[in-house]
T-cell receptor
Framework: AQSVSQHNHHVILSEAASLELGCNYSYGGTVNLFWYVQYPGQHLQLLLK??????LVKGIKGFEAEFIKSKFSFNLRKPSVQWSDTAEYFCAVDDYGNNRLAFGKGNQVVVIP | DTGVSQDPRHKITKRGQNVTFRCDPI?????LYWYRQTLGQGPEFLTY????????KSRLLSDRFSAERPKGSFSTLEIQRTEQGDSAMYLCASRISSAEAFFGQGTRLTVV
C-alpha cells in the first residue's frame, strides 16, 4: 500500500525565517500531490496541488512546492514565514490506481513572533 | 455555506453504545471519503464512495463500522458497540473525481 512520510513532526521557527517541509511517498505510478493546512480550530484546507506540468507549483499565502519524480518527493517551502503560518501541514498523495488519497502524519509548525 | 458539513460536531457516548455521524458533501461532488484523525496523526483513510458505491474500505474499518451513501448524496458512518479506542475526530471530505478534496469540520467522538 502507498505511504506518505513527513519528517520533523514539530518545527519551531521565528518570523521571517525560511520553512521547508519534506514529503516522500512510496507509490511508483502516476500520482496527484497535495499539501493541506489546518489552522488551529479550523478544518483542513488546500494549500497547493500538483497534477502535471511544471514541477514547481505555487499555492496560497506565498507557499510553493517542488515535485521531484526521481526522489518521490514533494517538498513544501516558504521563504519568509509569518506568525499566522502557525498550523499543522499535511502532505497527501492520490494515486491513479485506487484514488485513496493518503495523508502523511503532518508537521506541526509554530512561528514565534 | 455550501461546503462539506458534518453533524454532529461533538458526540460523547458511553462505551458499548452505537453512534451515527452524517456528512453532507458539496452537491456536485461524486466522491466522498471518511477519515479518522487522532492527536498528532494525519487523517487515516477509512472508506470512500463514488456516487452510491462504496469502492474501498481500509483494514482499519472493523466490522463494527459501517458506512452508507444511499442516494449518492449524503453519507452516514455508524459505529456499533463503541470502544474507548474509537475516540477520535472523524472527518468527511468530498471531491469531483481526482480533483482537490474539500473537508468538513469533523465530528469529535469521545467514548467514556
Amino acid at each position: 500500500a502507498q505511504s506518505v512520510s513527513q519528517h520533523n513532526h514539530h518545527v519551531i521557527l521565528s518570523e521571517a525565517a525560511s520553512l521547508e517541509l519534506g514529503c516522500n511517498y512510496s507509490y511508483g505510478g502516476t500520482v496527484n500531490l497535495f499539501w493541506y493546512v489546518q489552522y488551529p480550530g479550523q478544518h483542513l484546507q488546500l494549500l497547493l496541488k500538483y497534477f502535471s506540468g511544471d514541477p514547481l507549483v505555487k499555492g496560497i499565502k506565498g507557499f510553493e512546492a517542488e515535485f521531484i519524480k526521481s526522489k518521490f518527493s514533494f517538498n513544501l517551502r516558504k521563504p519568509s514565514v509569518q506568525w499566522s503560518d502557525t498550523a499543522e501541514y499535511f502532505c497527501a498523495v492520490d494515486d491513479y490506481g485506487n484514488n485513496r488519497l493518503a495523508f502523511g502524519k503532518g508537521n506541526q509548525v509554530v512561528v514565534i513572533p | 455555506d455550501t461546503g462539506v458539513s458534518q453533524d454532529p460536531r461533538h458526540k460523547i457516548t458511553k462505551r458499548g453504545q452505537n453512534v451515527t455521524f452524517r456528512c453532507d458533501p458539496i452537491s456536485e461532488h461524486n466522491r466522498l471519503y471518511w477519515y479518522r484523525q487522532t492527536l498528532g496523526q494525519g487523517p487515516e483513510f477509512l472508506t470512500y464512495f463514488q456516487n452510491e458505491a462504496q469502492l474501498e474500505k481500509s483494514r482499519l474499518l472493523s466490522d463494527r463500522f459501517s458506512a452508507e451513501r444511499p442516494k449518492g448524496s449524503f453519507s452516514t458512518l455508524e459505529i456499533q458497540r463503541t470502544e474507548q479506542g474509537d475516540s477520535a475526530m472523524y472527518l468527511c471530505a468530498s471531491r469531483i473525481s481526482s480533483a482537490e478534496a474539500f473537508f468538513g469540520q469533523g465530528t469529535r467522538l469521545t467514548v467514556v
